[in-house]
């Protein structure tokens, strides 16, 4: 069992709606990042977080440490937002490793 | 800023040979990593990097090895090449482990 899944594997949306992105982990973590991958293209960091929540724009990712939970919301949904979105947790100690999830594919129609 | 600079951005190998994909950043990061991403699958740690000179194995060392002489470069090299290796490689780098990373754009390797 992978330690960090993520769903849905894929979510097609029509432009407007508000989209919900899922990461469980399994593991004690120091922080959890999601991060955007555009096809073809490279990877963008989008949120590194602990506690709480943050916001960026259009963008709000939450956290649940005790129920070791993330999600990832998109409000107002826009077919540029099409990528590929990768949870990815941080497992502390040493050498600061990132365990990654296999990502989620989501497509916004216009 | 250029940030991180992956080169090649494509490659074909044929098995058996060798080639080192190289990773150049400009922000004075400390850590540099390198991950494969396979289809369907989560990125796999290869190598990181603490410090120049410091270099340490990841999940998925087997068949590569890295170097950091500087700050800025931390190139990967593929020794006798396999078909196993066909993936995209990614570059990365922070100024601490516990920092976002920075990504370059990728190295796509086929290996026939």
């Known amino acids: 069992k992978n330690e960090v899944e993520q769903s849905p594997q894929n979510l097609t949306a029509q432009e407007g709606e508000f989209i919900t992105i899922n990461c469980s982990y399994s593991?004690?973590?120091?922080?959890l990042h999601w991060l955007q991958q555009h096809p073809g293209g490279g990877i963008v960091s989008l949120f590194m977080?602990?506690?709480g929540k943050k916001k960026h724009g259009r963008l709000i990712a939450t956290i649940n440490i005790q129920e070791k939970h993330s999600s990832l919301h998109i409000t107002a949904s826009h077919p540029r937002d099409s990528a590929v979105y990768i949870c990815?947790?941080?497992?502390?100690?040493?050498?600061?490793?990132?365990?990654f999830g296999k990502g989620t594919l989501l497509t916004v129609n216009p | 800023n250029a940030g991180v600079t992956q080169t090649p951005k494509f490659r074909i190998l044929k098995i058996g040979q060798s080639m080192t994909l190289q990773c150049a950043q400009d922000?004075?990061?400390?850590?540099m990593y390198w991950y494969r991403q396979d289809p369907g699958m989560g990125l796999k740690l290869i190598y990181y990097?603490?410090?120049?000179?410091?270099?340490d194995k990841g999940e998925v060392p087997n068949g590569y090895n890295v170097s950091r002489s500087t700050t800025e470069d931390f190139p990967l090299r593929l020794e006798l090449a396999a078909p196993s290796q066909t993936s995209v490689y990614f570059c990365?780098?922070?100024?601490?482990?516990?920092?976002?990373?920075?990504f370059g754009d990728g190295t796509r390797l086929s290996i026939l």
């Open positions: 990365a780098s922070s100024w601490t482990g516990d920092q976002p990373q920075h």
């Open positions: 593991v004690g973590i120091s922080a």
């Open positions: 977080l602990s506690s």
């Open positions: 990815a947790v941080n497992s502390g100690g040493s050498n600061y490793k990132l365990t």
């Open positions: 922000m004075n990061h400390n850590y």
């Open positions: 990097s603490v410090g120049a000179g410091i270099t």
